[in-house]
C-alpha cells in the first residue's frame, strides 16, 4: 500500500496530465489523494518542495531502471545499449525525465529550485534530500554512467548520450500518402507522426551496438 507521501506526489503527477503545474493547486492534491492539507504540507512544506520531491522522484526512479537493466543476465555491450534503449523509453513516457535530461524544460513542468540557503531543514528525510534540487543533466548522466561501475562507465555514458541525441534530435518525419485525405483533397499526402518520444528505432539501436561493440572491446575501455 503507497504511504501518504507517494499518494500525494502520485496525485500531483496526475494532475500535470491535464494542467499546467501553476494551475495544479495544493488543495487539490490533498483532497485527490484523500489526506488533510496539513499532512500534504507536513510532507512538502511548501508547493516548491512539492516540485523538488516530483522531480527528484523522477531522477531516482529512472536510475533504479537503469540499475535493473544493467543487471540483466547478458553480455556487458547487450546491456549498454538496453540502457540506451530505456533511456529513450522512458523519456518517451515521461516529460519531467525528459526535462531533466535534456534541460527542455517549458511552463507546464515544475522546474523547481533548491531550496535557499539557511532554510529550516525539512523534517522529514525524504524530502531533505529532494530540497538539495534536481540535478542537471551532465549529473543526472554522469550518476547513470555510475549504475555501471567503473570498468564500463564510459560505454554507459556513451549509451546515454547517445540516446539523448535520438530524443534531443530525432528522425525527420517523412510524407505518408492518407488514403482518405487523398480522396476528399485531391491526392494530398500528410506526414506521419514524429518519431520524437517514439521508443528508440531498430536502425538506431543497431547505430547505437556497434559504436558501443568497437568501444568496449578497446582495450581502454574509454570514450575517444
Known amino acids: ?10 496525485t500531483a503527477l496526475a494532475a500535470l496530465g491535464t494542467l499546467p503545474w501553476s494551475a495544479v493547486r495544493m488543495v487539490d492534491v490533498a483532497a485527490r489523494a484523500r489526506v488533510s492539507r496539513q499532512t500534504l504540507y507536513n510532507e512538502f512544506g511548501s508547493k516548491e518542495g512539492l ?9 531516482d526512479a529512472y536510475l533504479l531502471g537503469v540499475r ?23 523519456a518517451a513516457e515521461r516529460p519531467i525525465l525528459r526535462a531533466l535530461l535534456t534541460d527542455a524544460w517549458n511552463d507546464a513542468l515544475p522546474r523547481p529550485r533548491p531550496a535557499r540557503a539557511g532554510a529550516r531543514l525539512a523534517p522529514v528525510p525524504a524530502q531533505r534530500r529532494a530540497d538539495a534540487g534536481p540535478p542537471a543533466p551532465g549529473e543526472l548522466v554522469a550518476e547513470t554512467a555510475a549504475c555501471a561501475g567503473e570498468r564500463w562507465a564510459a560505454g554507459c555514458e556513451l549509451a546515454v548520450r547517445l540516446a539523448l541525441s535520438h530524443v534531443v534530435a530525432p528522425p525527420i518525419a517523412v510524407p505518408v500518402p492518407d488514403a482518405r485525405r487523398a480522396d476528399t483533397q485531391g491526392g494530398d499526402a500528410q506526414c506521419a507522426e514524429p518519431e520524437s518520444w517514439r521508443p528508440i528505432t531498430p536502425a538506431i539501436t543497431s ?3 556497434t559504436i558501443l561493440s ?11
Do not use: C, G, H, Q
Request: glycine residues 0%; hydrophobic residues 45%.
Open 51 to 59: 516540485a523538488r520531491a516530483l522531480v527528484r522522484r523522477e531522477a
Open 1 to 10: 500500500m503507497p504511504t501518504a507521501r507517494e499518494s500525494l506526489l502520485d
Open 214 to 224: 568497437v568501444d568496449t572491446t578497446s582495450p581502454r575501455k574509454t570514450i575517444p
Open 207 to 209: 547505430v547505437i551496438e
Open 68 to 90: 535493473r537493466v544493467l543487471a540483466a543476465p547478458a553480455p556487458p555491450e547487450r546491456n549498454l545499449v538496453a540502457v540506451a534503449e530505456w533511456t529513450v523509453a522512458r
